[in-house]
């Protein structure tokens, strides 16, 4: 996303023009171009994948929304393992429609992660729950803190479940460096 004006063949093309050896993508632009001929274009430039963003959105109330997103992220462990990439980022999903329950809606994550864990592991993806600023908890994502994220994340075998953390929505955070340190501690 930092250069989304770029085509994925452009990106692939400037990261060896400027010696960069890995690259973390986006699903859509993959999904645009192909997940088999992105994977290819990697390989063939000798690129190393370091993510796919994302996954995520696992907050849902309806069956039937619930089912669609644990299906979508299948596909997205399946399109990183693919990608030859081991961690699939994953922003969690805001509040359901109606709802200001933030503490059902991370309960909702950890049943949805419940399930797709072992589905990742088998496939040597891990599934990396990204915090966001609060300021996304109604839409996008109801873990706001790296202690969030790793309180989540800890419940499940780390090869399986991790966090990944972006400064830009958890500088604000001062129990960041604490919790960065705990991650590492605790692998």
Same mark, same amino acid.
């Given at each position: 996303?930092?250069v989304?004006? +770029?085509?994925?063949?452009?990106?692939?093309?400037?990261?060896?023009e400027?010696?960069?050896?890995?690259v973390?993508?986006?699903?859509?632009p993959?999904?645009a171009y192909?997940?088999?001929e992105t994977?290819?274009?990697?390989?063939s430039?000798?690129?190393?994948?370091?993510?796919?963003?994302?996954g995520?959105?696992?907050?849902?109330? &309806?069956? &039937?929304?619930?089912?669609?997103?644990?299906a979508?992220?299948?596909?997205a462990? &399946?399109?990183?393992?693919?990608?030859?990439? &081991?961690?699939?980022?994953?922003v969690?999903?805001?509040?359901?429609?109606?709802?200001?329950? +933030?503490g059902?809606?991370?309960?909702?994550i950890?049943?949805a992660?419940a399930?797709?864990?072992p589905y990742a592991?088998?496939h040597?993806?891990?599934?990396?729950?990204?915090? +966001?600023?609060?300021m996304?908890a109604?839409?996008?994502?109801?873990?706001?803190? +790296?202690?969030?994220a790793?309180?989540?994340?800890?419940?499940?075998?780390?090869?399986?479940?991790?966090?990944?953390?972006?400064?830009?929505?958890i500088?604000?955070?001062?129990?960041?460096?604490?919790?960065?340190?705990?991650?590492?501690?605790?692998?």
């Amino acid at each position: 996303m930092t250069v989304k004006q +770029l085509s994925l063949p452009e990106l692939i093309a400037a990261c060896a023009e400027f010696d960069i050896g890995k690259v973390g993508l986006w699903r859509e632009p993959v999904q645009a171009y192909g997940v088999p001929e992105t994977a290819a274009l990697v390989r063939s430039a000798g690129l190393e994948v370091t993510t796919l963003c994302r996954g995520g959105f696992l907050t849902a109330i &309806d069956p &039937d929304e619930r089912a669609a997103a644990l299906a979508d992220n299948r596909r997205a462990v &399946d399109e990183a393992a693919a990608l030859g990439t &081991d961690t699939l980022v994953l922003v969690s999903g805001g509040l359901p429609a109606g709802s200001k329950d +933030l503490g059902a809606a991370r309960e909702r994550i950890a049943d949805a992660l419940a399930e797709l864990a072992p589905y990742a592991g088998s496939h040597g993806v891990r599934l990396a729950i990204e915090p +966001l600023h609060p300021m996304f908890a109604a839409d996008r994502c109801v873990v706001s803190t +790296l202690a969030q994220a790793l309180d989540l994340a800890e419940r499940f075998p780390a090869h399986q479940v991790g966090v990944t953390v972006d400064t830009y929505h958890i500088w604000w955070d001062d129990q960041a460096p604490a919790q960065v340190a705990r991650a590492g501690a605790e692998g």
